[in-house]
Protein backbone atom coordinates (compact mmCIF):
# COMPACT_ATOMS: atom_id res chain seq x y z
CA UNK A 1 0.00 0.00 0.00
CA UNK A 2 1.34 3.41 -0.59
CA UNK A 3 -1.22 5.55 1.20
CA UNK A 4 -3.09 4.37 4.24
CA UNK A 5 -5.72 5.35 7.07
CA UNK A 6 -3.76 3.23 9.55
CA UNK A 7 -1.89 5.28 11.40
CA UNK A 8 -3.38 8.74 10.89
CA UNK A 9 -6.67 8.52 10.01
CA UNK A 10 -8.94 9.16 6.92
CA UNK A 11 -8.21 12.76 7.12
CA UNK A 12 -4.34 12.48 6.34
CA UNK A 13 -4.84 9.86 3.49
CA UNK A 14 -4.18 11.41 0.03
CA UNK A 15 -7.20 10.61 -2.90
CA UNK A 16 -6.20 9.31 -6.13
CA UNK A 17 -8.71 8.51 -9.12
CA UNK A 18 -8.26 4.83 -10.65
CA UNK A 19 -4.92 4.10 -11.56
CA UNK A 20 -3.56 7.51 -10.17
CA UNK A 21 -1.19 5.78 -7.73
CA UNK A 22 0.75 3.57 -10.28
CA UNK A 23 1.34 6.03 -12.26
CA UNK A 24 2.11 8.51 -10.03
CA UNK A 25 4.95 5.92 -8.68
CA UNK A 26 5.91 5.34 -12.61
CA UNK A 27 6.69 9.16 -12.71
CA UNK A 28 8.61 9.83 -9.19
CA UNK A 29 10.82 6.59 -10.38
CA UNK A 30 11.89 8.53 -13.31
CA UNK A 31 12.59 11.72 -10.97
CA UNK A 32 14.77 10.23 -8.76
CA UNK A 33 16.89 11.39 -6.82
CA UNK A 34 14.95 14.56 -6.12
CA UNK A 35 15.86 17.89 -6.32
CA UNK A 36 14.14 19.67 -3.91
CA UNK A 37 16.89 19.27 -1.37
CA UNK A 38 19.13 21.65 -3.14
CA UNK A 39 16.12 24.32 -3.45
CA UNK A 40 16.55 27.76 -1.32
CA UNK A 41 13.13 26.95 0.07
CA UNK A 42 14.17 23.50 1.55
CA UNK A 43 15.19 24.16 4.83
CA UNK A 44 18.91 23.62 5.84
CA UNK A 45 19.90 21.69 9.07
CA UNK A 46 20.28 24.86 11.24
CA UNK A 47 16.52 25.90 10.20
CA UNK A 48 14.69 23.02 11.04
CA UNK A 49 13.79 22.75 14.54
CA UNK A 50 14.63 20.30 16.97
CA UNK A 51 13.52 18.31 19.76
CA UNK A 52 15.51 17.14 23.04
CA UNK A 53 14.31 14.97 25.87
CA UNK A 54 14.64 13.63 29.35
CA UNK A 55 13.43 12.10 32.45
CA UNK A 56 14.39 14.11 35.69
CA UNK A 57 14.90 11.60 38.97
CA UNK A 58 13.58 11.28 41.68
CA UNK A 59 14.73 14.36 43.18
CA UNK A 60 13.60 16.30 39.80
CA UNK A 61 17.23 16.88 38.20
CA UNK A 62 17.96 16.23 35.07
CA UNK A 63 20.53 17.22 32.07
CA UNK A 64 19.58 17.16 28.68
CA UNK A 65 23.31 16.66 26.62
CA UNK A 66 24.59 17.00 22.69
CA UNK A 67 21.77 19.65 22.20
CA UNK A 68 22.38 21.50 18.74
CA UNK A 69 23.23 25.68 18.87
CA UNK A 70 19.57 27.35 18.60
CA UNK A 71 16.93 29.12 20.15
CA UNK A 72 15.02 26.23 22.53
CA UNK A 73 11.39 26.20 24.82
CA UNK A 74 11.25 24.60 27.84
CA UNK A 75 8.18 22.13 28.03
CA UNK A 76 7.79 19.44 30.80
CA UNK A 77 4.60 17.26 32.53
CA UNK A 78 4.19 15.05 35.34
CA UNK A 79 2.53 11.90 34.74
CA UNK A 80 -0.64 11.88 36.46
CA UNK A 81 -1.22 16.01 36.56
CA UNK A 82 -3.08 18.32 34.18
CA UNK A 83 -1.75 20.36 32.47
CA UNK A 84 2.41 21.03 30.90
CA UNK A 85 5.05 23.53 32.47
CA UNK A 86 6.04 26.04 29.79
CA UNK A 87 9.32 28.29 30.83
CA UNK A 88 8.93 31.78 30.26
CA UNK A 89 12.05 32.34 27.74
CA UNK A 90 13.79 31.11 24.99
CA UNK A 91 16.78 29.49 25.74
CA UNK A 92 19.88 30.10 23.52
CA UNK A 93 21.85 27.34 22.96
CA UNK A 94 25.65 27.79 21.72
CA UNK A 95 28.14 25.73 20.92
CA UNK A 96 30.10 24.19 23.77
CA UNK A 97 27.41 26.08 26.20
CA UNK A 98 26.35 24.84 29.72
CA UNK A 99 22.85 26.45 30.75
CA UNK A 100 21.85 26.09 34.49
CA UNK A 101 18.15 26.56 34.54
CA UNK A 102 18.11 26.78 38.25
CA UNK A 103 14.87 26.02 40.27
CA UNK A 104 11.86 25.24 38.09
CA UNK A 105 8.75 25.61 39.92
CA UNK A 106 5.56 23.31 38.27
CA UNK A 107 2.14 24.27 39.73
CA UNK A 108 -0.76 21.46 38.08
CA UNK A 109 -3.74 22.46 36.98
CA UNK A 110 -6.75 22.95 39.26
CA UNK A 111 -9.66 21.15 38.14
CA UNK A 112 -12.58 23.19 38.38
CA UNK A 113 -11.79 24.41 41.78
CA UNK A 114 -15.25 26.15 42.62
CA UNK A 115 -16.87 22.46 42.36
CA UNK A 116 -15.81 21.25 45.36
CA UNK A 117 -14.31 18.14 47.03
CA UNK A 118 -13.54 15.10 44.26
CA UNK A 119 -16.62 12.12 45.46
CA UNK A 120 -13.97 9.83 43.56
CA UNK A 121 -11.22 9.54 40.76
CA UNK A 122 -10.41 6.18 38.88
CA UNK A 123 -6.48 7.10 38.76
CA UNK A 124 -3.58 7.73 35.86
CA UNK A 125 -3.11 4.43 34.63
CA UNK A 126 0.64 4.81 35.29
CA UNK A 127 1.17 0.75 35.49
CA UNK A 128 -0.72 1.01 31.82
CA UNK A 129 1.87 -1.74 30.59
CA UNK A 130 1.65 -4.22 33.35
CA UNK A 131 -2.16 -4.11 32.78
CA UNK A 132 -1.56 -4.97 29.29
CA UNK A 133 0.58 -7.84 30.02
CA UNK A 134 -1.51 -9.61 32.47
CA UNK A 135 -3.46 -10.38 28.97
CA UNK A 136 -2.54 -12.60 26.70
CA UNK A 137 -3.39 -11.89 22.71
CA UNK A 138 -5.92 -14.64 21.10
CA UNK A 139 -4.15 -17.52 19.17
CA UNK A 140 -6.46 -16.09 16.09
CA UNK A 141 -4.14 -13.18 15.57
CA UNK A 142 -0.74 -14.64 16.55
CA UNK A 143 2.07 -14.62 13.47
CA UNK A 144 4.37 -18.42 13.29
CA UNK A 145 6.98 -16.44 13.85
CA UNK A 146 5.79 -14.16 17.12
CA UNK A 147 3.97 -17.38 18.24
CA UNK A 148 7.37 -19.07 18.22
CA UNK A 149 9.65 -15.55 19.32
CA UNK A 150 7.16 -16.53 22.35
CA UNK A 151 7.81 -20.31 22.82
CA UNK A 152 11.58 -19.77 22.87
CA UNK A 153 10.89 -16.42 25.17
CA UNK A 154 12.73 -14.31 22.48
CA UNK A 155 9.77 -11.90 22.22
CA UNK A 156 9.91 -11.20 26.28
CA UNK A 157 7.91 -7.56 25.75
CA UNK A 158 5.48 -8.94 23.84
CA UNK A 159 5.72 -5.59 20.97
CA UNK A 160 3.19 -7.15 18.84
CA UNK A 161 -0.19 -7.30 20.48
CA UNK A 162 -2.67 -7.06 18.11
CA UNK A 163 -6.35 -8.35 18.61
CA UNK A 164 -5.86 -7.57 22.08
CA UNK A 165 -9.12 -5.65 22.16
CA UNK A 166 -10.98 -8.88 21.15
CA UNK A 167 -10.13 -10.50 24.92
CA UNK A 168 -12.73 -7.98 26.21
CA UNK A 169 -15.63 -10.34 24.32
CA UNK A 170 -13.54 -13.83 26.34
CA UNK A 171 -13.61 -11.88 29.95
CA UNK A 172 -17.05 -10.31 29.46
CA UNK A 173 -18.82 -13.21 27.21
CA UNK A 174 -22.14 -12.01 28.64
CA UNK A 175 -22.39 -9.11 31.39
CA UNK A 176 -20.12 -6.10 31.01
CA UNK A 177 -16.93 -4.72 33.24
CA UNK A 178 -18.74 -3.57 36.53
CA UNK A 179 -16.16 -1.04 38.46
CA UNK A 180 -16.92 -0.61 42.22
CA UNK A 181 -15.16 2.72 44.34
CA UNK A 182 -13.49 1.41 47.30
CA UNK A 183 -13.27 -2.21 46.39
CA UNK A 184 -11.75 -2.42 42.69
CA UNK A 185 -8.41 -2.13 41.67
CA UNK A 186 -7.84 -0.18 38.28
CA UNK A 187 -4.60 -2.42 37.97
CA UNK A 188 -6.88 -4.96 37.42
CA UNK A 189 -10.05 -4.64 37.11
CA UNK A 190 -10.32 -1.86 34.25
CA UNK A 191 -9.84 -3.29 30.75
CA UNK A 192 -7.70 -1.13 28.95
CA UNK A 193 -10.11 -0.10 26.27
CA UNK A 194 -14.35 0.11 26.12
CA UNK A 195 -14.81 -1.73 22.59
CA UNK A 196 -18.05 -3.71 21.19
CA UNK A 197 -18.62 -7.05 22.35
CA UNK A 198 -18.39 -9.37 19.06
CA UNK A 199 -21.57 -11.71 18.97
CA UNK A 200 -21.61 -13.92 16.15
CA UNK A 201 -20.58 -11.47 12.91
CA UNK A 202 -22.62 -8.36 14.65
CA UNK A 203 -20.80 -5.91 17.09
CA UNK A 204 -22.72 -4.62 20.11
CA UNK A 205 -22.16 -1.53 21.88
CA UNK A 206 -20.82 -2.45 25.36
CA UNK A 207 -21.95 -0.30 29.05
CA UNK A 208 -19.91 -0.32 31.67
CA UNK A 209 -21.02 0.86 35.27
CA UNK A 210 -18.81 2.70 38.16
CA UNK A 211 -20.61 2.16 41.32
CA UNK A 212 -19.75 4.43 43.90
CA UNK A 213 -21.74 5.50 47.10
CA UNK A 214 -22.17 9.27 48.37
CA UNK A 215 -22.72 9.19 52.13
CA UNK A 216 -24.00 12.83 51.77
CA UNK A 217 -25.76 13.83 49.06
CA UNK A 218 -27.29 17.06 48.67
CA UNK A 219 -30.47 17.38 46.64
CA UNK A 220 -29.88 21.12 45.40
CA UNK A 221 -26.15 20.41 44.65
CA UNK A 222 -24.49 20.52 41.46
CA UNK A 223 -22.47 17.47 40.51
CA UNK A 224 -20.26 17.43 37.52
CA UNK A 225 -19.41 14.19 35.64
CA UNK A 226 -15.35 15.01 33.98
CA UNK A 227 -14.03 12.62 31.58
CA UNK A 228 -11.12 12.20 29.41
CA UNK A 229 -11.17 10.14 26.29
CA UNK A 230 -7.83 9.40 25.09
CA UNK A 231 -9.53 8.15 21.33
CA UNK A 232 -12.47 7.06 19.68
CA UNK A 233 -13.42 5.50 16.30
CA UNK A 234 -16.67 6.08 15.08
CA UNK A 235 -17.98 5.71 18.73
CA UNK A 236 -20.77 7.55 20.50
CA UNK A 237 -20.37 7.55 24.31
CA UNK A 238 -23.39 7.88 26.40
CA UNK A 239 -23.63 8.61 30.17
CA UNK A 240 -26.69 7.95 32.50
CA UNK A 241 -27.19 7.99 36.14
CA UNK A 242 -28.68 5.11 38.53
CA UNK A 243 -31.10 4.58 35.31
CA UNK A 244 -29.18 1.88 33.09
CA UNK A 245 -31.93 2.34 30.25
CA UNK A 246 -32.66 5.90 30.77
CA UNK A 247 -33.72 7.26 27.16
CA UNK A 248 -32.43 10.06 26.58
CA UNK A 249 -29.26 9.24 27.98
CA UNK A 250 -28.13 12.29 30.96
CA UNK A 251 -25.41 12.72 28.36
CA UNK A 252 -24.20 11.41 24.64
CA UNK A 253 -21.41 12.84 22.69
CA UNK A 254 -22.81 11.96 19.29
CA UNK A 255 -20.82 10.04 16.68
CA UNK A 256 -16.98 11.11 17.53
CA UNK A 257 -13.49 9.94 16.41
CA UNK A 258 -11.58 8.72 13.01
CA UNK A 259 -9.05 7.11 14.47
CA UNK A 260 -7.40 3.34 14.93
CA UNK A 261 -5.28 3.87 18.25
CA UNK A 262 -7.16 1.14 19.82
CA UNK A 263 -6.25 -1.49 17.26
CA UNK A 264 -2.28 -0.81 16.98
CA UNK A 265 -0.24 -3.58 16.69
CA UNK A 266 2.28 -3.10 19.86
CA UNK A 267 1.73 -1.49 23.39
CA UNK A 268 5.34 -0.10 23.79
CA UNK A 269 5.18 3.22 22.50
CA UNK A 270 1.49 3.29 22.90
CA UNK A 271 2.67 3.23 26.50
CA UNK A 272 4.50 6.23 26.49
CA UNK A 273 1.68 7.86 24.66
CA UNK A 274 -0.96 7.18 27.09
CA UNK A 275 0.95 8.03 30.09
CA UNK A 276 0.54 11.85 28.56
CA UNK A 277 -2.78 11.47 28.62
CA UNK A 278 -4.58 12.41 31.92
CA UNK A 279 -6.92 8.86 32.23
CA UNK A 280 -9.34 10.25 34.60
CA UNK A 281 -12.91 9.75 35.69
CA UNK A 282 -14.03 12.04 38.41
CA UNK A 283 -17.30 13.20 40.38
CA UNK A 284 -17.46 16.67 42.23
CA UNK A 285 -19.47 17.48 44.41
Known amino acids: MFL????????????FADGEAWK???????????????????????????????????????SINDIRAGDYTLYAWVPGFIG????????????????????????????????????????????????????????????????????????????RQYGLWERYAELYPNEDLVYTIGASDYKKDWFFAQVTRKKGNAYQGTTWQIKFKLEDVNQNGVYKLRLALATANSAELQVRVNDPKANPPVFTTGLIGKDNAIARHGFMDFTGFIQRIYKELCLFK
Not at 4 to 15: C, M, N, P, Q, R
Not at 35 to 46: I, L, N, V
Not at 49 to 62: A, I, L, P, R
Open 84 to 159: DYVYDNNISITPGSEMNMGELVYEPQVMDQHCGKSAYQIELLENFTSLIQTLSISINFMSIILTEGLRNNLYGHRF
Open 4 to 15: SAHYGGEDLVTK
Open 24 to 62: RMLIETENWPYSFPASEDYPTSDQRGYQFWTTTNEEGYF
